[in-house]
């Protein structure tokens, strides 16, 4: 248990933690903002929450038992919405990571407001489990919330 408490009170767990909480008030904000300013501020969290993402220690799943889910359906959806009406037709844009792009005829059109809300409800998650203050689940949010990131949205 002492190892568990090591990682998530790391330096960097813990500014990992706080950056999260921090981008989802942002992103939960997004329906007061106008366009310029969340663009802008946009760019300066996103950076920094892939920096501090990628400082958290490494941590492996130690809990038997699914983690708690915080972000509805209805939550991930009002999400996507609200950053999909404030980019309007700057929403989209063409995957170019995928390699089966090489062989494509058609182009994948992707949507940041769905790429942000995927990211917003791994953080809400985790930042939601992390505030129940148990160390175990703790310690697990952070390391699923760590291979998220590998997985999925830290390209």
Same mark, same amino acid.
């Given at each position: ?31 007061? @903002? ?5 663009? +802008? *501020?946009? &760019? #300066? ?5 892939? !920096? ?45 990571? @995928? ?5 494509? +005829? *058609?182009? &994948? #059109? ?5 790429? !942000? ?39």
């Amino acid at each position: 248990m002492e190892h568990t408490s090591q990682v998530i009170f790391d330096k960097n767990s813990i500014e990992f933690v706080t950056v999260a909480a921090e981008y989802c008030a942002f992103i939960e904000r997004t329906r007061d @903002l106008d366009t310029a300013i969340f663009v +802008d *501020t946009a &760019l #300066k969290i996103l950076p920094l929450l892939y !920096l501090k993402a990628s400082l958290v220690p490494e941590c492996e799943l130690i809990g038997e038992g699914d983690l708690e889910i915080f972000v509805t359906e209805e939550d991930y959806e009002r999400v996507r919405m609200s950053v999909a009406h404030i980019l309007g037709p700057k929403d989209d844009y063409l995957e170019v990571f @995928l390699p089966d792009m090489a062989y494509s +005829d *058609t182009p &994948l #059109k992707k949507c940041i407001s769905e790429d !942000l809300a995927d990211i917003y409800q791994d953080v809400k998650n985790f930042v939601s489990v992390f505030q129940l203050g148990f160390d175990e689940t703790m310690h697990d949010s952070l390391a699923l919330c760590r291979d998220n990131f590998a997985l999925y949205w830290g390209q």
